[in-house]
Every structure is written in structure tokens, then in C-alpha cells.
């Protein structure tokens, strides 16, 4: 294990029920670098990224065998505390989900459930940083108070990055998170990953080709349940190895 990995799956295999959503599956997540995840619907990105902060625990049924390593320990391990594994491993999620609350206690929340902040000063501190880490600061720094559904879709995706970002995770997972936004609004995302990178480890599932190749450094294609091909974003879409890789980037299916 160096430094260079920050998460390391092997031999990973998830089912549900009697399905079988991920076969064998094994690659390392580099520190500091974005990894995008690609393939067809069904095809088990979602089911991996959700591994990772061991989200699918909370889906009745789920069975989940092999390690993912987070800094060398697997924390799939009996002793792990999970709640500590998913702060350390944060999520946003394909549809921006804000809480009925203002803007300032959104970002606020995973804080004072935690109890992790004493003084209000701090607080706002600490909400002022993230809003600013997720790009946003300048544009609700003057409405702070005011609902979180009054955001347009693509700043409430920016302040639910946000609210993960104020617990400093090490690990940012996104899950499609530009799929319901306008193309000015994905933009915003996709250059707010190049920011947040050299802080974080982040992993996105994207569907969009022409996104994980804009915004990734590294690139795994899923089919079936299996990771096909992984390998650096311009290897895998300019000279991939598995002409099942090949057919998919060029659009030949999925």
C-alpha cells in the first residue's frame, strides 16, 4: 500500500438476494485524482460507488464480499465504525437533495448532529469554508437564511457538495451528479471537481462520455457486473485495449 492509492478494492462481489450485481472486481483509487466510472445503465457502477462508504448496507438483502481498503484497513472489516467510514467518505447523489431548512442549516447539519462544533462562531466559519470550497459562497452569502428550495437545480447540487464537504471528508463519491442540470450548471460542477481535487479523492459515475473524459484523470469501464478495462482517461478513449471498451466510447452500443 503507498501513498498514491487512497482506496484499494479486491475481489469485490455484491449481490442482491440471488443477483449478482458486481463480479470480482478489483482497482486501485488514486489520491488526489478523479476517477470516473462509465458504462451502461445496470451495468453496476452505481452498486461499486455505493461500496466505497458501505451505503448499501442499508438495502435489505445485500451481501457484499472481498476488502476495499481505505489507508490499507478495509472497512468492511467486523470492528469498523461506519459512521466514521462515511464521514471520512462522503456522498452527492444523482438528484440534488436539500433538506426543508435554510441554506446556512444544510450545510450546518452534519456538524451539529455530530456535535463536532461549540461555538456559533465556528459554525459559521466552518459553513462559510465549505459553501466557498463547493463555489457558492458568492452567490447565496446574502440569503443564507432563506430556504434551500428557493437554489436552482444546479446550486442546490453545489450545496449538497457543500454539506459534504464541511464534515472534511477525505473521499468525495458522486453519483451522476450532473444528470438532471442544465449544461451551464454541469459546467460549474465539472470545474468545481478540478478545484476540489488537489484537496480530495473523488470518484464520479457519469453516463456522459464526453464528461469523464473533460474531468477525470483515471477512467474504469463496468459491463455486466464486471470491471472491463481501467487505465488512464486518455488511454481508455483514444487507444483502449478491450474492443468491448472500444465499442462503447466510440458509441458503437450502450
Known amino acids: 500500500?503507498?501513498?498514491?492509492?487512497?482506496?484499494?478494492?479486491?475481489?469485490?462481489?455484491?449481490?442482491?438476494?440471488?443477483?449478482?450485481?458486481?463480479k470480482e472486481v478489483g482497482l486501485d483509487i488514486r489520491t488526489n485524482k478523479v476517477t470516473a466510472l462509465i458504462g451502461p445503465s445496470g451495468c453496476?457502477?452505481?452498486?461499486?460507488?455505493?461500496?466505497?462508504?458501505?451505503?448499501?448496507?442499508?438495502?435489505?438483502?445485500?451481501?457484499?464480499?472481498?476488502?476495499?481498503?481505505?489507508?490499507?484497513?478495509?472497512?468492511?472489516?467486523?470492528?469498523?465504525?461506519?459512521?466514521?467510514?462515511?464521514?471520512?467518505?462522503?456522498?452527492?447523489?444523482q438528484q440534488p437533495n436539500p433538506f426543508p431548512k435554510s441554506i446556512f442549516e444544510n450545510v450546518a447539519y452534519g456538524l451539529r448532529i455530530r456535535g463536532a462544533v461549540k461555538k456559533n462562531s465556528d459554525l459559521a466559519e466552518r459553513v462559510e469554508r465549505a459553501l466557498i470550497d463547493a463555489a457558492l459562497w458568492d452567490e447565496v452569502k446574502d440569503r443564507l437564511h432563506s430556504s434551500a428550495f428557493n437554489l436552482s437545480g444546479g446550486q442546490q447540487q453545489r450545496l449538497c457538495i457543500a454539506r459534504a464537504l464541511v464534515i472534511e471528508p477525505e473521499v468525495i463519491l458522486l453519483d451522476e451528479p450532473a444528470s438532471s442540470l442544465d449544461p451551464m450548471a454541469t459546467l460549474k460542477i465539472e470545474e468545481l471537481l478540478q478545484e476540489l481535487k488537489h484537496r480530495y479523492t473523488i470518484v464520479i459515475v457519469t453516463h456522459?462520455?464526453?464528461?469523464?473524459?473533460?474531468?477525470?484523470?483515471?477512467?474504469?469501464?463496468?459491463?455486466?457486473?464486471?470491471?472491463?478495462?481501467?487505465?488512464?482517461?486518455?488511454?481508455?478513449?483514444?487507444?483502449?485495449?478491450?474492443?468491448?471498451?472500444?465499442?462503447?466510447?466510440?458509441g458503437r452500443f450502450g
Open 1 to 22: 500500500m503507498t501513498d498514491q492509492f487512497k482506496m484499494t478494492v479486491r475481489n469485490l462481489n455484491v449481490f442482491y438476494g440471488k443477483n449478482q450485481a458486481l
Open 44 to 93: 453496476g457502477k452505481s452498486t461499486f460507488i455505493r461500496t466505497l462508504n458501505r451505503m448499501n448496507d442499508i438495502i435489505p438483502g445485500v451481501r457484499v464480499e472481498g476488502k476495499v481498503l481505505l489507508d490499507g484497513q478495509n472497512i468492511y472489516n467486523g470492528n469498523v465504525n461506519v459512521t466514521e467510514i462515511r464521514r471520512r467518505v462522503g456522498m452527492v447523489f
Open 208 to 250: 456522459n462520455m464526453q464528461q469523464a473524459a473533460r474531468v477525470s484523470d483515471w477512467t474504469g469501464f463496468f459491463l455486466m457486473g464486471e470491471i472491463i478495462e481501467y487505465n488512464e482517461t486518455a488511454e481508455i478513449f483514444t487507444r483502449p485495449k478491450d474492443k468491448r471498451t472500444e465499442d462503447y466510447v466510440t
